[in-house]
């Protein structure tokens, strides 16, 4: 099952509702505007199996 960018992130940051979501898995800080794209872009380049490990915790 292929998940949106938000539940991706609603998964694997915590914080969303803030403007700095923080990564569960490297615990960096983000800044957060309107949409999900930067925190999708750390997820691609600096966890690359980060769909596998979403779907396994939905």
């Known amino acids: ?3 949106s960018n938000r539940e991706v992130c609603a ?3 915590t914080g969303l509702n803030t403007q700095r979501p923080q990564c569960n898995t490297c ?4 800044a957060r505007g ?5 925190l999708i ?8 199996s980060y769909e596998k490990q ?3 915790a939905y």
């Open 34 to 38: 309107n949409g999900y794209t930067n």
């Open 1 to 3: 099952m292929k998940l």
């Open 54 to 56: 979403a779907e396994d």
């Open 41 to 48: 872009m750390h997820l691609r380049s600096a966890h690359p």
């Open 27 to 30: 615990k960096r800080f983000f």
């Open 11 to 13: 998964i694997l940051f």
